[in-house]
């Protein structure tokens, strides 16, 4: 197996996320997804982590299944239509058509592969090592995107290994009903971890104040936030609803990015 650079990683999810992302041709997509299955096997991975890579497999593929009918009902655009529901009933009456069945498998399509992506990402980089390539001013933004990068598959990890103890305690899952051995202690479990997670980042001062501000001062940087969000705010409307203004808008975004 081959390991590489956490940097190397975060270069080749963002290449295969942005047209994941900007493109609905289901071929492309699914040329996407197969380069991120023969990356998977060809590297080294957490062999925890690993385990739930069939589980997230498998929860895109629910989404998936989940947007077609979802974007059928919400989105009533097209000229072949199937079915009608009344339209007084909110959101979902009028017209199903089929263009709109299409675009909801393309897009679910495209958050399939996004999961895959990423999931890749997850169990083949330590998202430790990551953290540590972090510059110093982004380190509380690194400790967040990290925390919610591992969550998932830290998740379906706890909730495999309780089906694995739940099964030697002799419960046997055959419906929907069997169940809730599994999401009770699931839920439990994840409170508990999100409460340690928390003591110990306190513990280590993470959020804290790194120096002591006058009232004023307080102030002052409010003022600054506020007024920056102001601009970029008026720079979105001049760029979006002012087609002769563009670079005033543009201009208005940057300065209020640097206040």
């Known amino acids: 197996m081959v390991s590489y650079h956490p940097l190397a990683w975060l270069a080749w999810t963002l290449g295969a996320a942005i047209p994941a992302l900007m493109i609905r041709n289901p071929l492309y997509l699914i040329i996407i997804a197969l380069s991120s299955w023969l990356v998977y096997l060809a590297v080294e991975h957490n062999a925890t982590l690993a385990r739930s890579w069939g589980g997230l497999i498998r929860m895109g593929a629910l989404v998936w299944l989940l947007t077609i009918p979802f974007n059928a009902l919400m989105l009533h655009q097209g000229e072949h239509v199937f079915f009608r529901l009344p339209s007084h009933w909110p959101l979902v009456g009028g017209n199903l058509t089929w263009e709109a069945v299409a675009y909801g498998a393309a897009s679910g399509l495209a958050i399939w592969v996004l999961l895959m992506i990423f999931s ?10 990551l953290l540590r390539l972090a510059p110093p001013f982004l380190y509380q933004m690194g400790v967040v995107t990290s925390i919610a990068l591992t969550f998932l598959p830290q998740m379906l990890v706890s909730a495999r290994e309780i089906h694995e103890a739940q099964r ?4 046997r899952f055959r419906g929907w009903r069997d169940l809730l051995p599994l999401i009770v202690p699931l839920l439990t479990t994840s409170l508990e971890h999100a409460m340690q997670l928390a003591e110990s980042m306190e513990s280590r001062g993470f959020g804290g104040q790194l120096t002591n501000l006058t009232p004023r001062d307080t102030s002052r940087w409010r003022l600054f936030t506020l007024a920056g969000l102001g601009f970029q705010l008026c720079g979105v409307f001049v760029y979006t609803y002012h087609v002769g203004q563009v670079w005033l808008g543009i201009l208005l975004m940057i300065v209020g990015g640097i206040s």
Do not use: E, K, L, T
Request: with cysteine.
């Open 120 to 129: 890749v990402f997850n169990v083949c980089v330590d998202a430790s090592q």
């Open 168 to 171: 030697v305690r002799g419960h």
